[in-house]
């Protein structure tokens, strides 16, 4: 099976660069920041628009986090001395984030890292996550997408000590609410006439990493029923909606290009690639961290995977040659017909501290749009 003719083959994972006034008035309300993020979207809109992407977002710019689940529905908490991922590979020294300081086994500790603490399904809501994609969808002349957490990253927010008490059974019926609310904002989507929605899964990219699952397993969970259940689960949230539906598996994307997962997909793909329900994978091959591309062949015929081959995490722009010989190695294992081509990840996953700088963001979405077009043309 082969793409339709008018599929995306050059696009963006989701976030942009922006000023540090853009990042300090998401976090704020009055009328003055809501105009200068009103204006940073349409900013972002029209460079990805002259730049030529298949698909665009508003770059994100009101977001203070890539995940904004714990912005918009009132039912978490911070709580103290939880364990946090391992960030690695900041450029210039430690990442920014908190907890750099290593603690047992290498991996930092988060002071108020987020738990779940009260029942989703009745929890307050704070906002409408929805609101950003109506003013998108307002000024856009292109195709748009949406950009939100997968259900299966929220097992993050769980947390063994706080979490029950809230009247779970288990992290299992938890997540079940949260793809239920997820599934509302999903269909508020498609009333505003979004028809791409891409679900966000840094999960899994862990899961590839064998210092993460020795964490886990250490901890007494069992890496191999959550990744069955939460395939499941994520693939369950966009069924029967009239969306292309999306999944990108970061892989980690922090301050100053930090990073915190290593291994090949090889580790997941057979177990996870043929159960997740979703018409694109995007997949981040930036580095050798991410192994071989031998992986693509357990993802399903028809399933397009967009290859993330340029890194948001360094101004370096890569060499047309490079990225061109890389797509002709993964054709070796998922037929042409059904790639395309991305950044890594956003350009501001964390809104600051990202050591790419605004030319080289646009040399690099050039490039994505240049090589699509040389590799499959209209």
């Known amino acids: 099976m082969t793409l339709s003719d008018d599929a995306p083959r050059a696009e963006t994972v989701g976030s942009l660069l922006r000023v540090e006034a853009v990042a300090r008035a998401a976090r704020r309300s009055s009328l003055a920041d809501q105009a200068l993020l009103n204006d940073a979207a349409r900013d972002a809109i029209r460079l990805q628009e002259d730049i030529g ?20 529905v009132d039912a978490f908490a911070a709580t103290q001395g939880r364990g946090a991922l391992n960030w690695r590979g900041a450029i210039g020294g430690p990442s920014g984030l908190p907890g750099d300081t290593p603690a047992t086994g290498g991996y930092p500790v988060f002071s108020g890292y987020p738990a779940v603490v009260r029942r989703v399904a009745d929890a307050p809501r704070t906002g409408d996550m929805t609101d950003e994609y109506a003013f998108l969808a307002r000024y856009a002349r292109s195709r748009t997408k949406f950009t939100m957490p997968a259900p299966s990253y929220h097992r993050r927010y769980w947390s063994p000590e706080h979490s029950p008490a809230a009247g779970y059974s288990g992290a299992d019926e938890y997540l079940t609410e949260i793809r239920d609310y997820l599934r509302s904002v999903a269909e508020k989507l498609v009333s505003l006439g979004c028809d791409y929605i891409q679900l966000d899964a840094p999960n899994y990219g862990s899961l590839c990493d064998p210092d993460t699952i020795e964490a886990m397993r250490a901890e007494g969970r069992d890496p191999e029923a959550e990744l069955e259940f939460d395939a499941a689960l994520d693939g369950s949230l966009l069924d029967g909606l009239p969306v292309t539906s999306a999944l990108h598996v970061c892989r980690g994307n922090g301050p100053a290009g930090a990073w915190h997962s290593v291994g090949g997909y090889g580790a997941i793909s057979a177990r996870l690639f043929p159960k997740l329900s979703v018409d694109r994978l ?3 091959y930036d580095s050798d961290r991410a192994g071989g591309f031998e992986p693509l062949a357990d993802v399903p015929d028809g ?7 340029l890194t948001t995490k360094s101004p370096r722009v890569e060499y047309e040659g490079d990225v061109l010989d890389r797509i002709k190695e993964a054709a ?3 037929p042409l017909a059904e790639l395309a081509l991305s950044t890594q990840c956003g350009f501001a996953s964390v809104p600051i501290a990202n050591p790419v700088t605004p030319e080289a963001q646009r040399a690099k979405l050039g490039l994505v749009v240049r090589i699509a077009r040389q590799v499959w043309p209209r």
Do not use: N, Y
């Open 53 to 72: 992407l298949d698909v665009i977002t508003d770059g994100e710019v009101r977001r203070v986090a890539w995940a904004q689940t714990t912005r918009f």
């Open 282 to 284: 995007l997949l981040e």
């Open 332 to 334: 070796r294992h998922k």
């Open 303 to 309: 399933t397009a995977v967009v290859l993330g081959l």
